[in-house]
């Protein structure tokens, strides 16, 4: 069986590490890739990043079955195009994606299905971003949150008034993140112990993977902002079995359920980034795929054949 795998990280490195493991595969691919897949895989990276190129190396290659690292061809809707064409490919379609695409409707979702989450705001708005900042309502540290992707750097945890003011500036007048930063969203921060879990689903059925925990903030002891890829680690006591029920229960199988639900079934890899709160777990947000860098623990302790699994969330 051939493989492509789409990404350029160490996230794609370890998808490819892992899919190599599997009997049944003859050769995997990683596009665009990076100098670490292509040793892995054999053979040099093109550095193919455009859907149309994917699909057409896909058919050139006979490759049999894609699997998709990074959030942005997800929301462009690679998953769908594929689809088009009759290729297989495991991941969410474009309006799926959507709850890591868009901040908001995460928020608005989570709403609709009784998930619990943050209090929230949500404007387009300087004046009425700033006017909820002086209120003082959500309390500090206070959570200012871009709308669209923006690479781990959207998300600002303000200590005072002072910071969130210039969060607020920089979003929604100096567009420093461009379209992501057109609209936010401002939220109550929640306090406990941060985790990553991370499930398979075809949309119906549920396979959850190993707890895992990344480092957000850059700098020693935490004094950073957040931002992406400073290092995982994967330790079943991050949540005891209780927390693991409450979690499927309250979280999962509600996500899962009413994504279906809306008409837009959830498929692929979902992440949710969870806050164990004194009132329970509450979800600070959903990714529309595997962590990065939390793949990296969780695949290397996951016996299973990785390409088992996705075809059971494909058939
Ligand atoms: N580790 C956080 C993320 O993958 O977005």
Redesign the pocket.
């Known amino acids: 069986m051939k493989v492509l795998v789409v990404g350029s990280g160490g996230?794609e490195h370890a998808l490819v590490w892992k899919i190599l493991q599997s009997k049944r595969i003859s050769q995997v691919y990683c596009e665009p890739g990076n100098g670490g897949t292509a040793r892995e895989t054999g053979v040099p990276a093109r550095g193919i990043s455009r859907i149309g190129d994917l699909a057409d190396f896909v058919r050139q290659e006979r490759v049999d079955l894609t699997v998709v690292g990074p959030e942005i061809p997800l929301t462009l809707g690679i998953v769908d195009h594929f689809q088009k064409l009759g290729l297989a490919i495991v991941g969410p379609n474009a309006a799926a994606a959507r709850l890591e695409g868009s901040k908001l409707f995460a928020k608005q979702f989570m709403q609709r299905h009784g998930i619990p989450t943050s209090r929230y705001l949500q404007t387009t708005s300087p004046v009425e971003a700033r006017a909820t900042v002086e209120d003082g309502c959500f309390g500090y540290p206070l959570v200012i949150k871009a709308d669209g992707l923006a690479a781990?750097k959207g998300v600002v945890l303000a200590e005072n008034a002072r910071e969130a003011h210039q969060a607020i500036h920089e979003m929604l007048e100096e567009r420093v993140l461009g379209a992501a930063g057109e609209q936010i969203v401002i939220e109550r921060f929640l306090e406990g112990e941060e985790v990553?879990f991370l499930v398979f689903t075809d949309g119906s059925h549920v396979l959850p993977m190993i707890p895992s925990q990344?480092h957000?903030r850059v700098f020693d002891g935490d004094c950073g902002p957040n931002t992406?890829?400073m290092g995982?680690y994967s330790a079943d006591w991050l949540l005891s079995p209780e927390i693991n029920r409450q979690v499927m229960d309250r979280i999962v199988h509600p996500t899962i359920q009413g994504m279906a639900s809306e008409g837009t079934p959830y498929k692929g890899i979902l992440?949710f980034?969870l806050m164990l709160t004194a009132e329970g777990p509450q979800v600070l947000?959903y990714?529309a795929?595997?962590?990065?860098?939390?793949t990296q623990p969780v695949l290397f302790r996951l016996k299973s054949d990785l390409l088992d699994v996705f075809e059971g969330i494909l058939e």
């Open positions: 996230r781990g990553s990344d957000k992406g890829g995982a992440y980034g947000e990714n795929r595997m962590g990065d860098p939390e």
